[in-house]
């Protein structure tokens, strides 16, 4: 099993560009979510899935959006980037709400 | 809202030193979980504490979730460089975390 996959690894965007977080688990897990994580603020939850079609909102959800089309897949998408969007997100997906979590690798993102 | 907050930020210890960090919450909590973060990597689920006054023990690692389930602790005693991290506790429901203790060990 390859567990929670994130793509890309790394990502340079413009201010105002867009682009689309991949997130991929393949541990038949009902609940997804994504996180950044800034120096000194810790993880903080952006949005939610607790089964393919249902997403709600974090803690920090503007500027980002999110859809469910699959129990696999949760990608989460920027509209117009901005450079407070530099940061490291982290996808994780657990079998319930309050079962461990389990977290992709991490996206490593700059907007200049 | 719920919210967890974690001290102390850091700390730097000597190998073979005590380590100990607190987890306190808003909120009555269900459970809470620990995880680990290496440098440049991914958090890592440690365990999860349920029942009031639990106490959990990995090796050089104890947990333990308080009485009132508002607030909990992880203490490593002889700390080792592979201890160096940051620790985070997520409280339940929406899995808000703490802002992490990161720990820094002097061999």
């Known amino acids: 099993n390859a567990g929670v996959t994130q793509t890309p690894k790394f990502q340079v965007l413009k201010t105002g560009q867009s682009m689309t977080l991949q997130c991929a688990q393949d541990?038949?897990?009902?609940?997804m979510s994504w996180y950044r994580q800034d120096p000194g603020m810790g993880l903080r939850l952006i949005h939610y899935?607790?089964?393919?079609?249902?997403?709600d909102q974090g803690e920090v959800p503007n500027g980002y959006n999110v859809s469910r089309s699959t129990t696999e897949d949760f990608p989460l998408r920027l509209l117009s980037a901005a450079p407070s969007q530099t940061s490291v997100y982290f996808c994780a997906s657990s079998y319930l709400p309050d079962s461990p979590l389990h977290f992709g690798n991490g996206t490593r993102l700059t907007v200049t | 809202g719920q919210q967890v907050m974690q001290i102390p930020q850091y700390q730097h210890v000597q190998e073979g030193e005590d380590f100990t960090t607190y987890c306190n919450s808003s909120t009555t909590l269900s459970n809470i979980q620990w995880y680990k973060q290496r440098p440049g990597g991914h958090p890592v689920f440690l365990i999860q504490?349920?029942?009031?006054?639990e106490v959990k023990k990995q090796k050089r690692l104890t947990f333990q979730f308080g009485e009132a389930k508002k607030n909990s602790s992880l203490h490593i005693t002889a700390t080792q460089t592979t201890d160096v991290g940051t620790y985070f506790c997520a409280g339940q429901g929406d899995m808000r975390f703490g802002a992490g203790t990161r720990l820094t060990v002097k061999p």
């Open positions: 899935s607790v089964g393919a079609g249902i997403t």
């Open positions: 541990m038949n897990h009902e609940y």
């Open positions: 504490l349920v029942k009031s006054g």
